[in-house]
Nanobody, 119 residues
Framework: QVQLVESGGGLVQPGGSLRLSCAAS????????MGWFRQAPGKAREFVSA???????YYADFVKGRFNISRDNTKNTVYLQMNSLKPEDTDVYYC?????????????WGQGTQVTVSS
């Protein structure tokens, strides 16, 4: 079993930045691809970004050039640096751990952290 705990969400103005963190615990947490999804009320959860334990990174087209994902394997923590935030980035962001083939397939989920982009 892997537990994921997110932090770093909040309220930010358009054009601003936030950094989300996700700490993983559990005996086998280091073997998984880790990443982020987001979900707005009434909408499907959508993939944002992921990083493998070897450092390979994956991004949804709508965040390329604005978001950066990184991973500290010594701390079992993944970070999502979000820059140039837009109101449409307002969502609950969920950390996930799983596998990546053609797509990211989560196995474990965090509880989510709210990101609100508003003036």
């Amino acid at each position: 079993q892997v537990q994921l705990v997110e932090s770093g969400g909040g309220l930010v103005q358009p054009g601003g930045s936030l950094r989300l963190s996700c700490a993983a615990s559990g005996r086998t947490s280091g073997r998984y691809v880790m990443g982020w999804f987001r979900q707005a009320p009434g909408k499907a959860r959508e993939f944002v970004s992921a990083v493998g334990n070897g450092g390979n990174t994956y991004y949804a087209d709508f965040v390329k050039g604005r978001f950066n994902i990184s991973r500290d394997n010594t701390k079992n923590t993944v970070y999502l640096q979000m820059n140039s935030l837009k109101p449409e980035d307002t969502d609950v962001y969920y950390c996930a751990a799983g596998y990546y083939s053609d797509t990211f397939t989560p196995i474990y989920w965090g509880q989510g952290t709210q990101v609100t982009v508003s003036s």
